[in-house]
């Protein structure tokens, strides 16, 4: 068996509280309740765990990870391990006093998400009144108190139209680098498949505009960009692999592989309140199924791209063939290609606009 690398990040899922209902959140449908959340020793010794494992980075998430009140201390003793600190936020309740509390901690870069260009589209989107003024603001302060700043756009059909006023946005408010992110399809995002899906069409115009924008921003703004799977030729190497560059720990210790790990049924994941990390990462039979190569099945065993796109995605594999270990079906070679096309085409084409939104939320501290 190939060497098990070190992971290069940890995503810390602090928690799946959240003031947003987004309907695309890649949280599971099931979210985990506040009384099952690690703790802030537990989080401390996590933390440690991943940088005595390798680990460089660590990127704090949710839900919203500033409804905890020991985010920064949990900063501060990530800075402590020698990891690079990145916040991941809605940014609704980041404040100018909060801001500043996790500066004098030690925290090192902050991504912003935004659900659209414009108030009215934003707030529907993410089900929050006043959401994207107050993002607004809260990334102008991110910039102000000399942080860099990532700007996250996940679109979809109800937004893309809204690509370049997005790109714009994020010039604006001094944000070094955009990430378009197009929707997943597995949890909220696949019981909204039908009112998300955009078209062929669409997907075009949209690899134009960020192709024209590359170059009209060029030296300004780093633009991040993978066509959505749906209409791919080849899969994307998901999370970089399976158990090859990340390992996730969700709100109640739970080690993961990629954050949609858990939809995959019949897949047991260990927790740090049983394992250490270092155990869980090289010997637990999560992350060992589809590591590397030796699992994949043909056509993926004896394609050239088998060790660039490590097989594709397991969590996409499972939502729509049942089965983890075939070949995802964002490959233009796997038999359940052409109606994962077909599925997209008529769901494009729904004219759906209405969303079943992400529930159990969270206003804040």
């Not at 996590?46 to 005595?52: D, G, L, M, T």
């Not at 589809?290 to 499972?318: H, L, N, V, Y």
């Not at 079906?329 to 939104?357: I, W």
Request: hydrophobic share 40%.
């Amino acid at each position: 068996m190939t060497a098990i690398e070190p992971p290069m990040a940890l995503l810390a899922e602090l928690t799946h509280r959240c003031p947003l209902q987004c309907p695309y959140c890649s949280n599971p449908l099931h979210l985990e309740r506040p009384a099952g959340e690690l703790n802030t020793a537990e989080w401390l010794r996590v933390i440690r765990q991943a940088a005595e494992i390798g680990c460089m980075q660590v990127h704090f998430s949710g839900g919203e990870p500033l409804v905890r009140p020991d985010v920064e201390k949990l900063v501060a003793g990530a800075v402590e391990a020698g990891l690079y600190t990145n916040l991941i936020t809605s940014a609704v309740t980041l404040d100018r006093e909060r801001l500043q509390s996790l500066v004098d901690a030690g925290l090192e870069h902050v991504q912003v998400s935004f659900q659209d260009s414009t108030p009215p589209g934003g707030d529907r989107i993410a089900g929050y009144r006043n959401a994207h003024a107050k993002k607004i603001s809260a990334a102008q302060r991110v910039r102000e108190a000399g942080l860099p700043l990532t700007a996250n756009f996940v679109v979809h059909r109800q937004n893309l139209h809204h690509l370049e006023d997005m790109l714009e946005l994020a010039v604006s408010i001094g944000a070094r680098r955009a990430e378009i992110a197009n929707v997943q399809y597995y949890g909220w995002a696949l019981r909204n498949r039908a009112a998300l899906m955009p078209s062929r069409a669409q997907i075009d115009e949209m690899s134009g505009t960020v192709a024209a924008a590359r170059e009209k921003y060029q030296g300004v703004l780093v633009i991040d960009y993978v066509v959505p799977d749906y209409y791919a030729q080849y899969p994307k190497p998901c999370m970089g692999g399976w158990g090859r560059r990340f390992i996730n720990v969700s709100p109640s210790g739970k080690v993961l592989p990629c954050h949609a790990a858990e939809t995959i049924a019949g897949l047991f994941f260990d927790s740090v309140r049983d394992r250490s990390l270092e155990d869980i990462w090289s010997s637990s039979d999560a992350f060992n199924r589809f590591r590397g190569t030796a699992w994949m099945p043909e056509p993926c065993k004896s394609c050239a791209r088998r060790e660039i796109d490590w097989g594709g995605c397991r969590c996409q594999a499972f939502a729509v063939t049942g089965d983890a270990a075939s070949t995802d079906p964002a490959c233009s070679l796997s038999a359940a290609h052409e109606n994962l096309v077909a599925a997209a085409t008529q769901e494009a084409g729904a004219f759906l606009d209405d969303f079943v939104y992400r529930r159990f939320r969270s206003s804040g501290r």
